[in-house]
């Protein structure tokens, strides 16, 4: 993902490689506590943001994440207060924020709520705490934009309990809210073959017959973690692997794929994930224009076979 404040030349160059690389979405994280700091709000990383997605044609997937911590329901002192959930006094203008930017971000059309929250990174609270988050924030979705869809949040991995729990919440059931199915996978090509067919039939069991958008995968392009036994050669050996995995994932069932674009340094560089883009990062070369790596060819030949 990329975020509303990043740089405004790093935003840039990750709409070009997109548009360069032939795909149609872009997903980028929209952190409405970015938007509401205390004291003051700035829109101007989603006017950045909205006006990118229109000069290059790039369709946007918005993540609707962080909850100013100002309102959140967490005690402080509490690391990461962003990933609580609304104080209830304070559910009404949690509502009001997400209206705005959604409103404002007129060219964004299709909408997740919230990343990964069943891992604890993405969301602190249960199925029945994020049931009431995202609850509101597709309600503020569809009051400001009706024509949107709604992407239950990318959950780590096929989590089926915590899942369920937020799909049939009593009192606040994701199930009516959402649009698209959604999950994240990673792993050998090999469980790409099948990682999307079981997903889509879990969903399908919990009453959800709507498209399933895989809006995570990837492979490092670092050896040390590249966990697919037959491809631990590098960058030529992701190339491969994209080459086939997000193929493989449409093959057997899913409706949308979107690939790491971009290196991810957030957990460090000992992470698995730091070498997932296909892109390197932050590094820009002289011109502006994010660095391909070989499997960014190899996607933009993907996305040309898949059109």
């Known amino acids: ?104 971000a007129g060219n964004v059309r299709r909408w997740e709520l919230g990343n990964e929250p069943d891992n604890g990174f993405g969301f602190i609270g249960g199925a029945a705490e994020y049931a009431r988050w995202a609850t509101l924030a597709a309600q503020a979705v569809r009051a400001a934009r009706p024509e949107s869809r709604i992407a239950i949040g990318g959950f780590s991995r096929l989590d089926r309990a915590y899942i369920e729990a937020a799909l049939h919440d009593p009192v606040n059931p994701l199930l009516g809210q959402i649009d698209i199915a959604n999950v994240h ?8 073959r099948t990682a999307a067919g079981r997903a889509k039939a879990f969903y399908r069991r919990m009453g959800f017959n709507g498209p399933l958008w895989v809006t995570e995968t990837g492979y490092p392009s670092a050896s040390t973690y590249q966990w697919d036994p037959a491809l631990r050669g590098g960058p030529l050996d992701q190339a491969k692997w994209i080459a086939r995995g997000p193929r493989y994932l449409i093959d057997d069932g899913a409706d949308a794929v979107f690939v790491a674009f971009r290196d991810n340094l957030e957990f460090g560089l000992q992470s698995p994930w730091a070498s997932e883009g296909l892109v390197t990062w932050p590094e820009l070369g002289p011109d502006g224009r994010a660095r391909p790596k070989p499997a960014f060819w190899a996607l933009q030949r993907l996305a040309l076979l898949t059109r």
Not at 185 to 192: N, P, W, Y
Request: proline share 5%; with cysteine.
């Open 1 to 104: 993902m990329i975020y509303l404040t990043s740089t405004p030349a790093h935003q840039e160059a990750m709409f070009r490689a997109a548009a360069e690389a032939g795909v149609r979405y872009l997903r980028m994280d929209f952190a409405i506590g970015a938007v509401y700091q205390f004291g003051g709000t700035d829109f101007s990383g989603v006017d950045r943001v909205n006006a990118l997605a229109a000069r290059y044609g790039v369709k946007v997937l918005g993540v609707v994440t962080a909850t100013p911590w100002y309102i959140t329901q967490c005690p402080e002192p509490f690391e990461h207060l962003e990933r609580c959930p609304p104080a209830a006094e304070h559910e009404d203008t949690w509502r009001e924020m997400v209206y705005e930017v959604v409103r404002r």
């Open 185 to 192: 996978v990673r792993g050998s090509l090999r469980a790409m």
